[in-house]
């Protein structure tokens, strides 16, 4: 399974940032799809992160402000953050997690992409 992230880069305060995550592969189903991110000297955390059923799973950092669609039928989600803060700057990584083809799990990780949000 492999995940292609599109979005990121720089963004001044108080602007959106937008995301998507594709995932391909020998995918039988998508049970949860999102966002984690990981600033400098920071441990990873989430961002958020969609499950099949559609719920969602916000974290606390970001709650009220990011919004993330449901897994489409071509298994991709787009993300929304609104009013972007300096502290948001991180390396922003996709996850998705389900079953392959050959009913073995996957728990996919993709390369990751920059956000700076500054002046």
């Known amino acids: 399974v492999q995940l292609a992230e599109a979005g990121g880069g720089s963004v001044q305060p108080g602007e959106s940032l937008r995301l998507s995550c594709a995932a391909s592969?020998?995918?039988?189903?998508?049970?949860?799809m999102g966002w984690y991110r990981q600033a400098p000297g920071k441990e990873r955390e989430l961002v958020a992160m969609?499950?099949?059923?559609?719920?969602?799973n916000y974290g606390d950092a970001v709650k009220g402000r990011c919004t993330i669609s449901r897994i489409n039928a071509d298994n991709t989600v787009y993300s929304k953050m609104d009013s972007m803060k300096p502290e948001d700057t991180a390396v922003y990584y996709c996850?998705?997690?389900?079953?392959?083809?050959?009913?073995?799990?996957?728990?996919?990780w993709g390369h990751g992409t920059q956000v700076t949000v500054a002046s």
């Open positions: 996850n998705a997690r389900g079953y392959e083809h050959n009913r073995e799990t996957y728990d996919t």
């Open positions: 592969g020998s995918i039988l189903n998508v049970i949860g």
């Open positions: 969609r499950n099949r059923g559609g719920g969602t």
